[in-house]
């Protein structure tokens, strides 16, 4: 699923609609709306890391969730949730703004 869908939802509705009819199965999801719509259209949806997932509770709501890279490996060994995945080396994606505040503030062609 993309990082955000900022209006987009009926054309991402529709091509996970394609997606269904060739066969797939299984969704990254980044958020709980994600999520949910996965569910609603019979994929098994599985629990990005961007949903930041910090406790056993949320991580057994999640099918396979991705813990939060933010815990500790202490706090990470405490969740009590069956297959979870960690993030332990990477370069992960900044913050998601919809739109640019260089632009809003003085312009792209300064």
Same mark, same amino acid.
């Given at each position: 699923m993309?990082r ?7 054309? !991402?509705k =529709? ?6 009819? !060739? ?29 930041? $997932?910090?406790? /056993?509770?949320?991580?057994?709501? !999640?099918?396979?969730? !991705?813990? /939060? ?17 960690? $993030?332990v080396?990477?370069f992960?994606?900044l913050?998601?703004?919809? =739109?640019?505040?260089?632009? =809003?503030? $003085?312009?792209?062609?300064?």
């Open positions: 993309p955000g869908s900022f209006g987009y939802e009926s054309k !991402i =529709n091509r996970l609609a394609e997606l269904k009819e !060739i066969g797939v199965e299984n969704i990254l999801c980044p958020d709980l709306g994600a999520y949910r719509l996965a569910e609603e259209m019979g994929f098994k949806a599985f629990g990005d890391f961007r949903l930041n $997932i910090f406790n /056993s509770a949320t991580a057994n709501m !999640i099918n396979s969730p !991705i813990l /939060s890279f933010e815990l500790t490996l202490a706090q990470e060994n405490s969740i009590n949730a069956d297959d979870t995945g960690l $993030i080396y990477g992960l994606p913050m998601l703004m919809r =739109n640019c505040p260089v632009k =809003n503030d $003085i312009g792209c062609d300064k």
